[in-house]
């Protein structure tokens, strides 16, 4: 796989997923179907923020078979605007679902191959490319072990369904249990400049590793006011928005940043935040 290495989501790097090269600045699908009060975006406006995406340099996207809302899916508006997938790198994730009415159910190990069929079938795909094994029921962390379910996905990459493994919703004592059974490529978290910051620790135990932090939330988790964020933000004339998305980039090579929206303007800032260079001034004050 190449990367073009001027295109704006590669202004801060590249980062080895296992055996996929991916730009660090990705992109997040759950934001796609729903408009933030709660209405369904226009099918057009998600499928023109995936394939912007594309033309900024993003080749890494995360998404997951129960991010649904109403008639859209997710997966479906990967399908549709992005198959064949030259290049890029799709990341789904299991565990959770949702049955047709969408009430969320966590899956039982044995129900895991189905999770994984329906994300084959929904992207058009015969292999995925990563999957993200997600404990717990909520944004609690994850208790008890993974062993189980993560050894059925072990099993299932072996067989070629599946490429490369993550796990997700965890804590430094499930990495260690996942490790013993398979190699994972990266942790997916919920992470930023103001949550959950008990994490620093496993970040740093991913880049011992060479394993990609994945942090989820990391806009999202900020939108209250930070009069910080919003003073590095006036220094270099940008949004608040980019700059926890450049905080979470100085986090380490290892650190992956996968915003989701589903408006253009806020992908493009998204992406331009790659650029950003946060000083150690900045960085200081941001704490
Ligand atoms: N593993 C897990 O358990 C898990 C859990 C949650 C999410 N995820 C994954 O992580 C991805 C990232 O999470 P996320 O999408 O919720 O969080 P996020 O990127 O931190 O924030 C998204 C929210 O911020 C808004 N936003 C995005 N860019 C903005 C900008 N430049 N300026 C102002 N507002 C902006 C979006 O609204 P607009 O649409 O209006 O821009 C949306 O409300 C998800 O898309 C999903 O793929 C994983």
Request: with cysteine.
């Amino acid at each position: 796989m190449t990367t073009n290495t001027t295109a704006p989501a590669a202004a801060a790097g590249t980062w080895q997923l296992g055996s996929f090269e991916v730009n660090r600045l990705g992109f997040g699908a759950m934001r796609l179907m729903s408009t933030s009060d709660g209405g369904i975006r226009a099918r057009e406006t998600s499928l023109a923020v995936l394939r912007r995406a594309v033309e900024l340099g993003v080749n890494h996207f995360d998404t997951a078979a129960f991010y649904f809302a109403g008639p859209r899916s997710a997966n479906e508006l990967l399908n549709t605007a992005l198959a064949p997938y030259d290049d890029l790198v799709i990341t789904t994730k299991i565990g959770p679902g949702r049955d047709y009415e969408g009430n969320f159910y966590t899956a039982r190990p044995d129900q895991l191959r189905a999770q994984v069929e329906e994300n084959l079938r929904e992207l058009g795909l015969d292999h995925l490319d990563v999957v993200n094994y997600r404990i717990g029921q909520s944004l609690d962390r994850g208790t008890g072990s993974l062993a189980e379910g993560f050894g059925v996905l072990a099993e299932l990459r072996e067989a070629g369904l599946i490429r490369e493994l993550g796990i997700s919703n965890v804590g430094p004592e499930h990495l260690t249990e996942a490790l013993a059974i398979a190699p994972v490529v990266c942790v997916q978290n919920q992470y930023g400049l103001t949550a959950r910051r008990e994490d620093d620790e496993l970040v740093r135990l991913c880049a011992e590793r060479r394993i990609a932090f994945v942090p989820f939330f990391a806009v999202a988790s900020g939108t209250g006011e930070d009069t910080r964020v919003a003073e590095v933000a006036r220094r270099h004339d940008v949004t608040a928005a980019q700059v926890r998305l450049a905080w979470t980039l100085h986090q380490g090579p290892n650190v992956l940043a996968i915003p989701g929206t589903g408006d253009v303007g806020h992908l493009e800032q998204n992406v331009a935040a790659a650029a950003l260079k946060l000083t150690d001034e900045d960085l200081a004050a941001l704490g």
